[in-house]
């Protein structure tokens, strides 16, 4: 027997998902406590930059390649790598990783006035993570395209 399932339903169940996998993820190392580096011209092609160095830094840990950081008054204050391959979590995607990092680094679940920077476009449930936490705006890839503010379901 086959449920419908709406597509609602599906983006609120990924955001739950990701809130109940944040607490069993493995930590980092030294990189999730140390201090994050600030670039010395803080604007959008800077912190653009700093996901593409977190997409490398991906690649190079074994991991997709993807990248993210999350900035508050012109300061990055969360930073991460896609840790799906290396933690086998479906829900490590490098903006969610970043969402954790902020939070746990702000000791905050809320991350308003806050904007996602990304290596890519972030997925429904990446955009789901980006709207619980409250952030205000998402640009992603070289372009710095705005995809705007995070929504459900868009």
Not at 11 to 31: I, K
Not at 44 to 69: C, H, K, P, S, W
Not at 119 to 147: L, V
Request: aromatic share 8%.
């Amino acid at each position: 027997m086959s449920v419908p399932v709406s597509r609602r339903w599906l983006c609120h169940a990924a955001a739950f998902a990701g809130a109940l996998t944040a607490s069993g993820r493995r930590a980092y190392a030294d990189f999730e406590d140390a201090a994050i580096v600030q670039p010395a011209m803080p604007d959008a092609t800077a912190f653009i930059e700093r996901a593409f160095e977190m997409r490398r830094l991906a690649v190079e840990n074994g991991d997709q390649a993807y990248g993210a950081v999350i900035v508050r008054d012109n300061v990055i204050v969360g930073q991460s790598w896609s840790r799906v391959v290396l933690d086998q979590d479906p829900t490590g995607h490098a903006e969610i990783s970043a969402i954790r990092d902020a939070a746990r680094r702000l000791a905050s679940r809320s991350l308003k006035g806050a904007v996602l920077y990304s290596s890519s476009r972030a997925c429904p449930m990446c955009e789901a993570a980006a709207y619980w936490a409250g952030i205000d705006g998402m640009i992603y890839g070289r372009n710095t395209g705005n995809a705007g503010a995070p929504r459900l379901c868009r």
